[in-house]
């Protein structure tokens, strides 16, 4: 038991160094010379050395494209990280175990002093992995089901039992709805994506959910699946469920438009992004520090207020410059359009948009 | 198990040797035995001490830094109930099935089909846990859904059936039926064994005497495979109790007590709970998981100690010593 994490730990590092030697084999040679000559990409000239961080699961597939994608400019770089959680990210970056960390959520609390701390300064948090969280579900003959924040509460919370419940036909005008029973599926291990949609439910319906907000999901007695892909599987395999995953997961399966504002809104890519940008920036953690109280309430439509944000965090300098030349080299290149368009490709996460990227830009630009 | 004492040829052969020769290929076995008898103590001791340590801070903390707010008890206790209960279900379907087929192997199958069937059946003993999770969880689910509206639709006034049943069967019947086909070779193996050591006086005797063949077996080979069953259905309790990723898999757990078998909230088990919230736990909330471990541990080790005691018991009778 208590050698699953090192062990895993090392299988990543191994599995990521394994990765950069075939990248340096595959490409060292043809890369020589124009990497020397100065390359004009979005990482910038090419760095050495090794880094490692620790952190949210959900950035990890991105995080797999990132270092694929840094590693063809820089190839001699290496970056491991271990995707142990976020809280477990955030303790070993402030107890300088790890480099840089990622996180579904920010610092804040006591935590901003630790973290201050550990840096002997500022450290800086960006958001880096936005995505949209899909209402999932699996109803005979019922397409374009539409869910106000309200009724999604009552119905994860358990207090909508029946398809035919009056608010969820009220939310529905015209359509025919079966009085199957409810089936609610929910995570059964540990998850921002957990944690990001009973934010959005409290966010949005306060009345109707009463619950603590935590990468647990608190209900008890509904379906609990593995994984996203548990929790898809379960949703697929039963009549009259509901459930919650990242969009990019969810395909095959019918979303649920939310209601947002007075419009019903499709979760997309697009929504997420734009929901960062409408959202409050708390300064709590300092100039650097780029957190956001998600708008979960928001009433522009074109925004998708249940979306997960996960951020990276590093200091703004380090003792050994080239550390601090490699941490700033790959966070700049996690940022770039280049960078986002990977992590879309191998994740399915929404792209910054270019006014976040420039908001945040300057502080990765002043780790030193 | 069973070094059979009947063949008369076996102890004189040992006795008569004149003088034990102690060279040093002796000497140097004798110590390997002994170090490798010593050795797995050691690491018994040292996985019990390791989990002590670990679950102390779990012990200590107050429920506030618990996860979900809530004391250790009531976080354990739920998970307790999910894996004895899941591990019993599975004991009460393989044990039966798992004698009758050994009993099949051993006395009533002609002899090719009987080496053919256990064959298979050890094979199945070699296919690895996460298999039969998949297996349950996208073949056994599904097809069960009928058979647990059923079950509720009859039985339903049982509370073992009350329902609401699960729409997608992912369910503590479904599990433990899992469970019963992961041990059923390991016990069915044990039984065979046993069973094929059944002095052949004692059953010919039977059968002079005018017993039937379920009459000699009821006389002679089952008094003589008793603590054979029980030391084999403990083997496969104690995978059950253990068995983790076809568990966490399958069952849609949560952190409740109920005997409902056949709906979407069942009480999860220890094992499967560490691997599902391991992973992402930090501070109090590891020591906690470990904490639950430690119970695991402290469960099996009282089951395998109650089966020792139950066969010793009965080794007397049953002429297996």
């Known amino acids: 038991m208590k050698t699953m994490r090192p062990t895993r730990a090392r299988i990543a590092a191994v599995g990521l160094a394994a990765t950069g030697a075939l990248v340096l084999a595959g490409c060292g040679a043809a890369n020589e010379g124009s990497s020397a000559g100065g390359s004009s990409t979005a990482a910038g000239p090419a760095v050495t050395g090794t880094i490692s961080g620790a952190g949210a699961s959900t950035q990890q597939a991105a995080t797999q494209a990132w270092v694929a994608g840094f590693q ?45 701390d550990r840096c002997g300064g500022e450290y800086v948090e960006i958001p880096v992995y936005v995505s949209p969280i ?18 999604l509460a009552k119905v994860f919370a358990k207090k909508i039992t029946t398809w035919n419940d009056p608010a969820i036909a009220a939310d529905n005008p015209g359509k025919t709805l079966p009085s199957t029973a ?7 291990d540990k998850s921002g994506t957990t944690q990001n949609f009973a934010d959005y439910l409290k966010g949005a319906a306060a009345a109707d959910w009463t619950f603590d907000v935590s990468d647990t999901w608190p209900v008890q007695g509904g379906e609990a699946a593995q994984g996203t892909s548990g929790l898809v599987g379960a949703v697929k395999a039963g009549q009259g469920t509901i459930g919650y995953a990242d969009e990019s997961q969810a395909q095959g399966l019918g979303q649920a438009k939310i209601k947002v504002g007075d419009t019903f809104v499709a979760p997309s890519p ?31 439509a074109s925004t998708y207020p249940a979306s997960l944000v996960s951020y990276a965090i590093a200091c703004s300098k380090y003792s050994d410059a080239k550390k601090s030349a490699l941490v700033k080299a790959y966070l700049s290149y996690v940022i770039s359009a280049d960078g986002q368009a990977a992590a879309q490709k191998a994740a399915g996460s929404a792209p910054l948009s270019d006014a976040v990227r420039q908001l945040i830009t300057p502080a990765v630009s002043s780790i030193a | 198990m069973s070094a059979p004492t009947t063949t008369p040829t076996a102890k004189p052969a040992g006795s008569a040797r004149p003088k034990p020769v102690q060279q040093l290929g002796d000497r140097i076995f004798a110590g390997s035995a002994t170090g490798a008898g010593i050795f797995i103590l050691i690491v018994l001791a040292g996985v019990a001490a390791f989990l002590i340590a670990q679950s102390i801070p779990a012990f200590t903390a107050s429920s506030a830094d618990l996860p979900g707010g809530r004391n250790i008890v009531a976080y354990i206790g739920p998970l307790i109930f999910g894996t004895l209960l899941s ?37 199945l003993a070699a296919v690895p846990s996460i298999v039969y999770g998949l297996w349950g969880v996208s073949v056994l689910a599904p097809a069960s859904l009928g058979f647990m509206t059923w079950l509720n639709k009859y039985l339903g006034w049982i509370p073992l059936f009350a329902g609401p049943v699960s729409a997608t069967g992912r369910t503590m019947l479904v599990v433990s039926v899992t469970l019963a086909v992961m041990i059923l070779p390991i016990i069915t193996a044990v039984s065979r064994e046993v069973f094929l050591q059944t002095p052949k006086l004692h059953e010919e005797a039977a059968l002079a005497l005018g017993a039937t063949r379920w009459e000699m ?45 056949i709906s979407s909230a069942n009480p999860s088990s220890i094992a499967a709970n560490i691997a599902l919230q391991f992973p992402d736990s930090t501070g109090v909330a590891v020591n906690v998981l470990i904490a639950s471990g430690l119970v695991l541990f402290v469960i099996t080790l009282l089951v395998n100690s109650i089966a020792r005691w139950i066969i010793n018991r009965r080794s007397e009778f049953s002429g297996a010593n």
């Open chain 1, 270 to 300: 697009a929504g997420a992004a734009k929901l960062l940008e409408a959202s409050q920036r708390v300064t709590d953690g300092g100039a650097k520090s780029f957190a956001y109280k998600l708008k979960r309430d928001s009433t522009d």
């Open chain 1, 134 to 151: 899909a209402v999932v579900y699996n109803l005979q003959g019922v397409t374009d089901l539409q869910l106000s924040p309200s009724t």
């Open chain 2, 87 to 123: 591990a019993v279900i599975a004991l009460v379907i393989a044990t039966p099935l798992g004698v009758a087929v050994a009993l099949f192997i051993t006395h009533y199958a002609p002899r090719r089909l009987a080496q053919g069937l256990g064959y298979v059946i050890d094979l």
């Open chain 1, 72 to 116: 063809a400019t820089s190839p001699d770089a290496v970056i491991n990280y271990d995707p142990s959680g976020s809280g477990a990210g955030r303790t070993q970056f402030e107890a300088s175990g790890v480099d840089f960390a990622g996180s579904d959520a920010y610092i804040k609390g006591d935590e901003i002093k630790k973290a201050q």
């Open chain 1, 182 to 188: 409810i089936t609610t599926v929910n995570r059964s």
């Open chain 2, 217 to 261: 077996i009821r006389m002679a080979v089952l008094p003589f495979g008793r603590s054979g069953i029980i030391s084999g259905s403990m083997l496969g309790l104690g995978r059950a109790l253990g068995e983790t990723m076809a568990v966490a898999i399958i069952l849609s757990g949560s952190g409740i007590v109920t005997f409902n078998l």
